[in-house]
């Protein structure tokens, strides 16, 4: 099988390109790899499509969550307030 | 000593950032019970370190990197040891028949197909969030810290690799990995 053959059908090193181009830097050779692999993988490029989207997503949810309203109760940071007097009480 | 107190100031600190490092820290273990201790573990370690605090950087930027330090430790222990192996065993598993074994290409019942995530817009989609928090929760310890440490504080591959000792190669691995079975999971479960 010759080297075009081979990037045309490797969807497993297709996806892998797609990760770390997402988040990294890949080389040249490889951006042209991908281009020909997305050119004829129609699967590949759903997957591309879907996997940007994603790492959207979790953003997002990470996001939301650092910025939600959870508060710890009034005991716990009672207790914690004593615990640190304490400490300063002592020197 | 004394100048270096008066830009802290500890009997303040459970009021100004407790709820704060909080919602850091659950955001980032997504436990509770944990999460308290962290917050309290990091308020008696600050404690210890008042007099090296230079007040180069506010209070709570000095607080939260406690805590980032914390955290990070909970990472590196939840991926270490023999539980872990059987974990990422199963999840490699998963995706074992993703791909035909000799050229790479997708298998026929694995193929990415179009579902809901790709005309919603997703960002509004509350029950999404559900789904997709269900999906990472089945993520190996090891690839879902490596994965949020690097979606929700885009810290850098080079000082994720040294924390959390993964080499570069294996660093990519994990994430082409993780976002695998992320994507099919979440194409098994959209309702």
Known sequence: MGTLKKIQNNCHKATFLIEKKLI?????????????????????????????????????????SA??????????????????????DKN | MITKTL???????????????????????????QAKDLVQETFLAALQKVDKFEGKSSERTWLTAILKYKIIDVYRKKSSGLIVNADVQRAEQE????????????????????F????????????????????????????LSIFTMKHMDDQSTDIICSELKVTQANFWVIIHRTK??????????WI
């Open chain 1, 24 to 64: 990294g830097k890949i080389t040249l050779r490889e951006k042209i790899e991908l281009k020909i692999h997305l050119f004829g993988c129609g699967i590949c490029r759903t997957y591309q499509k879907q996997t940007v989207k994603i790492s959207q997503m979790v953003r997002q949810l990470f996001s939301d």
């Open chain 1, 67 to 88: 910025n939600s309203e959870k508060q710890l109760d009034d005991t716990f940071k009672k207790d914690m307030q004593h615990r640190i007097e304490d400490e300063l």
């Open chain 2, 7 to 33: 830009q802290l100031e500890p009997r303040n600190w459970v009021a100004s950032h407790a709820d704060y490092l909080y919602a850091y820290a659950i955001a980032r273990i997504n436990d509770e019970e």
């Open chain 2, 95 to 114: 995706q074992s028949d993703f791909f035909e074994p000799e050229y790479g290409h997708w298998t026929k019942e694995n193929a990415p197909m179009s």
């Open chain 2, 116 to 143: 809901g995530i790709d005309d919603h817009d997703p960002l509004i989609n509350k029950e999404f969030n559900s789904i997709l928090q269900k999906c990472m929760q089945k993520l190996p310890a090891l690839w």
């Open chain 2, 180 to 189: 695998l079975n992320l994507r099919a999971c979440l194409q098994k479960n």
